[in-house]
């Protein structure tokens, strides 16, 4: 009974020798390849679809016309915090170019500022789905007149869609979003001596690719 015990210590003694190497290794890869909280990134976006919107009210009068856009261009970054797996919030400032309608020659440029809200999760090791939510700040740069003029309109906006991570590397990612987003920037002017209340949408859906990696 005694010569057994001995045998058994003897092999768990070989056993984890040999074992205990390998999951020291393990665990270090396991260290190594923790899912990074901040991730900075990319994008470039198309909005094919979208809605040019214009109200302008004085002494209790109101005009508004809408017209069907041409398509528009965006350029953008993001910055990202992972508070929890599934959660993180960020910044994704854009430009968004050639704001105009079907027919018109002069095109506007819009700077937005929106934080971003994400919520998602791996489905598979390297995919990753989300949504995000993404209220902030916008500026309107219209045309200039013909005199050169060019005055700026901003207010709130909100952004809201969905997107798919695809991780080509543990610490490096592609990404494709499709979004839309509402604009509401306005603008107070005086028209001799009645004030005049401006407001120009410029709302899109836009589809994006771009990168992400984490730090």
Partial sequence: MRNN??????????????????????????????EPKVWL?????????????????????????????????????Q??????PFLSVGLAPAVLLHIKGQDDKDSASQLDLPLRITAGGNVMPQLRLYG????GYTILFPPADDMGNSDRLSGFMVG??????FKIAPKFAVI???GYQFRF???????????????????????????VAGL
Avoid at 50 to 63: C, R
Avoid at 132 to 135: G, I, Q
């Fill in 5 to 34: 015990r001995s045998c058994i210590a003897s092999v768990a003694f070989v056993v984890l020798a040999v074992v205990a190497p390998g999951l020291a290794h393990a665990q270090g890869m396991t260290e190594s390849v923790a």
């Fill in 132 to 135: 995000f939510v993404a209220p």
């Fill in 79 to 84: 910055f990202e915090f992972r508070i929890m």
């Fill in 185 to 211: 920037p306005s603008e107070t002017r005086m028209l001799g001596t009645t004030p005049v209340d401006l407001q120009i949408q410029a709302n899109y859906l836009t589809f994006s690719l771009g990168v």
């Fill in 160 to 165: 809201f869609g969905g997107g798919v991570g």
């Fill in 41 to 77: 990134g990319g994008h470039l976006g198309l909005s094919p679809v979208g809605t040019l919107k214009a109200k302008a009210s004085a002494q209790g009068s109101e005009l508004s016309d809408s017209v069907d856009t041409a398509t528009a261009f965006e350029v953008g970054a």
């Fill in 176 to 178: 494709g979003e499709l």
